[in-house]
């Protein structure tokens, strides 16, 4: 069997969800913002071209509004999707590209960077963003500077096209420093978000989930099998005569003691057993998918290797665990009335000898 429960903390991985959701969202939110703009400055340009009596380049414009329109509609339609801020860029792209081999209106179409480099940034991150940029500045300079390129009817001199390559590399430059800076500190949140949930839902001492975090992860399992069905079982098991090898030994040896034993339930178990420490001596494990029998079996299991630590120290002390087990399902009996059968089983168990399973 795998080491248990401990392998990750569900806390964490639901947390590290949660921000890739929340990271989508915004880049969501971004492809909107960004369709509006393109919208209105489209717009906007095909009305004064229209004044200006330019027929053609009105109608390209207004069409051009009416795609970036249908686009923005489909987007907030089909809801969040890994894929829109890829369509939304290759949109944007295409409309830059236009406006630049034409000029837009009043040659006024490279103007349109101002506003792709942060969109890019904001769509893709600082990396792929600025990489993209980067393709995007070097194809913008060949048709800028390579001669009687095929396509740019757009008039622009040479001093102009210079200042544009340069503002649209210190533009990209910047707006890709502050989103790292952004990112860096977000992944120090992150981080630091991640320790403090372990800290909160972990044993320090035994390095196994705590009483709030057993409760947390056990009330997932049951709202994630709700349909499902599915049996689990519960142990409680309790060292015995735990106070008095503290009395007799020391409690930093008693420490160690807590230590073993929860190596021997950890490494006994699998990745989706829950593994905790119930309380001072006492822990506790739910095994989803898994029946009374095969539970008693593993608690019979555990209570040999627990039994078998007495072996390992050079002082005269004799480690064993009572051990109660009950079964459950999500439509059986409540969380709390089964804890309290495993509780009483185990109690049976220590008042039976200790060193016993006792499952019915």
Not at 219 to 233: I, T
Not at 297 to 311: F, I
Not at 335 to 349: I, P, S, T, V
């Amino acid at each position: 069997m795998n080491t248990g429960y401990n392998n990750q903390n569900p806390a964490i991985s639901t947390s590290i969800d949660e921000v890739q959701r929340i990271d989508l969202r915004r880049r969501i939110l971004a492809s909107s913002y960004m369709l509006i703009f393109a919208m209105a400055i489209t717009g906007a340009m095909a009305i004064i071209a229209l004044s200006a009596t330019n027929i053609l380049q009105a109608s390209t414009l207004f069409i051009a509004a009416v795609v970036i329109l249908m686009a923005y509609i489909a987007v907030n339609l089909i809801g969040p999707s890994e894929k829109t801020p890829l369509l939304v860029g290759i949109l944007l792209l295409v409309l830059y590209f236009y406006l630049l081999m034409t000029g837009g209106v009043n040659n006024t179409g490279l103007m349109w960077a101002v506003m792709l480099v942060p969109g890019f940034i904001n769509l893709y991150g600082y990396k792929t963003g600025t990489t993209a940029l980067l393709g995007i500045g070097l194809a913008t300079a060949a048709i800028l500077f390579y001669p009687d390129f095929p396509g740019l009817t757009a008039k622009y001199d040479t001093a102009y096209r210079a200042r544009f390559i340069a503002v649209f590399g210190a533009l990209t430059a910047l707006t890709a420093l502050l989103d790292s800076s952004r990112h860096q500190t977000q992944q120090l949140l992150q981080r630091l978000t991640g320790e403090l949930e372990s800290y909160a839902a972990t044993d320090t001492l035994t390095g196994l989930a705590n009483r709030r975090e057993a409760f947390r992860a056990i009330r997932e399992m049951e709202r994630r099998n709700a349909e499902l069905q599915d049996q689990y079982v519960i142990l409680i098991g309790d060292l015995d005569n735990f106070k008095t090898i503290n009395d007799t030994f020391g409690h930093s040896f008693g420490d160690r003691v807590l230590q073993d034993v929860a190596k021997i339930l950890k490494s006994n178990t699998r990745t989706e057993d829950i593994v905790a420490r119930w309380g001072g001596e006492e822990f506790l494990l739910l095994l989803p998918n898994t029946d009374l029998k095969g539970g008693g079996v593993l608690a019979e299991k555990l209570r040999r290797k627990v039994s078998a630590l007495s072996r390992r120290y050079t002082r005269p002390v004799k480690i064993s665990i009572s051990l109660g087990v009950v079964e459950g399902s999500i439509s059986g009996k409540p969380l709390n009335q089964l804890l309290g059968e495993a509780d009483k089983r185990m109690y049976r168990a220590k008042n039976g000898g200790r060193n016993k399973v006792v499952a019915a």
